[in-house]
């Protein structure tokens, strides 16, 4: 059993992504929150501040969702209508979540492609190669401790399910979702301006 995928709300893999590459913004939100509770799992209390940036970062987009929902159905709607009308709080928010799920995922695809590397080390190298460049000095150490608070590879997977056949393909299915939708948004933010760049 793959305990975890099946305790998600939403997994990525469920996202509704349209002809034209558009993100369902609902589905989308509810499935970062629902990634997030990965960081529980990884049970450090380190992870608290990645998992909090990520789930403030989700409130600003819905926040921006419910004030103007009928040009909020996808995430490039939301965000494109939000620039019109000079702000950039949810498109902001919208960066700095997906550079949060892009860590996640390359660290999680490190991890998988890797049987035998540490967690802390697919998590250090994924962190170097995402949000470090984006972080003052006053968070790297914060970040930095949570990757050498992540337990042990074994014990990690173990909480996730007990057949690791079924956890490496319900894993793989996530993160080919997810990658794809991270790509799609690090394409679709520099145009709306040089700050937007992933």
């Known amino acids: 059993m793959a305990a975890f995928f099946e305790s998600l709300k939403k997994n990525f893999a469920d996202v509704p992504v349209d002809g034209e590459g558009k993100i369902a913004t609902s589905d989308f939100l509810e499935a970062a929150e629902s990634l997030t509770t990965l960081f529980d799992v990884l049970g450090s209390a380190a992870f608290k501040p990645v998992k909090s940036d990520m789930l403030g970062n989700v409130k600003k987009i819905r926040d921006r969702q419910l004030a103007a929902p009928a040009q909020s159905e996808t995430l490039q709607d939301l965000a494109q209508n939000e620039i019109k009308e000079k702000k950039g709080t949810a498109t902001e928010g919208m960066l700095w979540l997906n550079r949060g799920l892009d860590f996640t995922a390359q660290a999680l695809r490190q991890n998988l492609n890797n049987s035998s590397q ?54 793989a299915k996530l993160l080919d979702a997810l990658e794809k939708q991270v790509s799609i948004l690090k394409e679709f933010l520099p145009t709306l301006g040089s700050k937007y760049k992933a």
Do not use: C, W
Request: glycine share 6%; proline share 6%; net charge neutral.
């Open 118 to 171: 540490e967690l802390a080390e697919s998590f250090r190298g994924a962190y170097g190669n995402t949000l470090k460049p984006h972080h003052s000095f006053i968070v790297k150490p914060i970040f930095s401790a949570a990757m050498s608070a992540t337990p042990y590879r074994k014990d990690f997977y173990a909480k996730l399910g007990d057949d690791q056949a079924k956890i490496d393909a319900e894993l």
